[in-house]
């Protein structure tokens, strides 16, 4: 599956963003649905995933919300609350067979980033 996530911007502190994730490819409702982020000099962090449930990273709790269309073959990422320290490339991946959604190294397909700027 090929992704192409877009939606990105520049918002002030408190603000809110949708990201989406355009995806190709057959069979999109099979796969995990993952976002995660990456801010200058740090890792690659986990945000949220998405299959038939979701799970979120302690950061994204409360304020942010995966949801997909899988008649659309996209996923999207509600970003409510949006802090500064949320600033960061945000990536959509996703990945089909067995892994663990939290980590990077399940994930197969990658999307290219969309850049999240968040001011004070």
């Known amino acids: 599956v090929q992704l192409q996530a877009f939606g990105g911007g520049l918002v002030q502190a408190g603000g809110s963003l949708r990201l989406s994730c355009a995806a190709s490819?057959?069979?999109?409702?099979?796969?995990?649905m993952g976002w995660f982020r990456q801010a200058p000099g740090k890792e690659r962090e986990f945000v949220a995933a998405i299959k038939w449930s979701t799970e979120y990273a302690d950061s994204a709790k409360g304020r942010f919300t995966i949801f997909r269309d899988n008649a659309k073959n996209t996923v999207y990422l509600q970003m409510n609350s949006l802090k500064p320290e949320d600033s960061a490339v945000y990536y959509c991946?996703?990945?089909?067979?067995?892994?663990?959604?939290?980590?990077?190294?399940?994930?197969?397909?990658w999307g290219q980033g969309t850049l999240v700027t968040v001011s004070s």
């Open positions: 490819g057959r069979s999109f409702s099979s796969y995990v």
């Open positions: 991946a996703a990945y089909r067979h067995s892994g663990n959604w939290f980590e990077r190294s399940s994930y197969e397909n």
